[in-house]
């Protein structure tokens, strides 16, 4: 069985940048993605993410059965809450909404979470999830009905980062939201990086190559790109 945490901070170690695509299965059928897969065999993906802020379908684990079987690219889970989950993945970013105050999504659906993961096989991988201000109400905002954090505060949110690496979270994904108007600013990526010693996940508004590559530059370890792709699958041609 793979190591993903692991071959993640190796990537890391040997500053080998990783790009996920994000894919929502709010916004997917089985009919509709063959196409799809066939695109992120073509880019340079080094992952593919699956979840939504509020998926509440039942095909979440035929599209991933289907993306096991035509991608070789690992899979994992990135739950809106603890019914977004499937063993048929690879692992799963157990995420924990650093930014917001609302207890049910900082461990209430973690809690309700465990029945289900210690059934699985899933790779496990804790994730301190902080939202960014990015101009305009994001899914995640009113699905956790939690406010994002300053987008001009850089300190705060490095602060936020390194409060989540003290806790334990092996990973830090700095999310501006699912069709954000603006990206997480290049200076806080940077700032959050030189305060954080595990690796850094960037999302989230970010619609070029160049700002993916901006990102990279500023210290982000993974970039991942979700509406960008879903909106134009030659992206990357």
Same mark, same amino acid.
């Given at each position: 069985?793979?190591?993903?945490?692991?071959?993640?901070?190796?990537?890391?170690?040997?500053?080998?940048?990783?790009?996920?695509?994000?894919?929502?299965?709010?916004?997917?059928?089985?009919?509709?993605?063959?196409?799809?897969?066939?695109?992120?065999?073509?880019?340079?993906?080094?992952?593919? +993410?699956?979840? !939504?802020? $509020?998926?509440?379908?039942?095909?979440?684990?035929?599209? %991933? *059965? &289907? #993306?096991?079987?035509? /991608?070789?690219?690992?899979?994992? +889970?990135?739950? !809106?809450? $603890?019914?977004?989950?499937?063993?048929?993945?690879?692992? %799963? *970013? &157990? #995420?924990?909404?650093? /930014?917001?105050?609302?207890?049910?999504?900082?461990?209430?659906?973690?809690?309700?979470?465990?029945?289900?993961?210690?059934?699985?096989?899933?790779?496990?991988?804790?994730?301190?999830?902080?939202?960014?201000?990015?101009?305009?109400?994001?899914?995640?905002?009113?699905?956790?009905?939690?406010?994002?954090?300053?987008?001009?505060?850089?300190?705060?949110?490095?602060?936020?980062?390194?409060?989540?690496?003290?806790?334990?979270?092996?990973?830090?994904?700095?999310?501006?939201?699912?069709?954000?108007?603006?990206?997480?600013?290049?200076?806080?990526?940077?700032?959050?990086?030189?305060?954080?010693?595990?690796?850094?996940?960037?999302?989230?508004?970010?619609?070029?190559?160049?700002?993916?590559?901006?990102?990279?530059?500023?210290?982000?370890?993974?970039?991942?790109?979700?509406?960008?792709?879903?909106?134009?699958?030659?992206?990357?041609?």
């Amino acid at each position: 069985m793979r190591d993903l945490y692991q071959e993640i901070l190796k990537a890391q170690h040997q500053k080998q940048k990783l790009l996920a695509i994000l894919l929502d299965p709010d916004k997917l059928t089985l009919e509709s993605i063959t196409n799809l897969v066939s695109k992120i065999s073509q880019s340079p993906a080094t992952h593919i +993410l699956v979840g !939504g802020s $509020s998926f509440e379908g039942n095909h979440l684990e035929e599209l %991933i *059965l &289907f #993306l096991k079987q035509n /991608s070789h690219l690992p899979i994992l +889970l990135f739950p !809106g809450n $603890s019914t977004q989950i499937s063993a048929a993945a690879d692992g %799963i *970013l &157990f #995420l924990q909404l650093l /930014s917001g105050r609302n207890s049910e999504y900082l461990v209430e659906q973690q809690i309700k979470a465990v029945p289900v993961l210690e059934k699985t096989n899933l790779e496990i991988i804790s994730t301190g999830y902080i939202l960014i201000e990015s101009g305009s109400e994001t899914a995640v905002e009113r699905v956790s009905q939690t406010k994002p954090l300053d987008r001009n505060n850089f300190d705060y949110v490095a602060q936020t980062a390194k409060a989540g690496e003290f806790i334990g979270n092996k990973l830090i994904y700095l999310e501006a939201g699912s069709g954000a108007q603006k990206a997480v600013p290049i200076e806080m990526i940077t700032t959050v990086a030189k305060r954080i010693s595990v690796p850094l996940i960037v999302g989230g508004g970010i619609r070029s190559k160049h700002g993916i590559e901006e990102a990279f530059t500023a210290g982000a370890d993974m970039v991942v790109i979700g509406t960008a792709f879903e909106n134009d699958l030659n992206f990357f041609d």
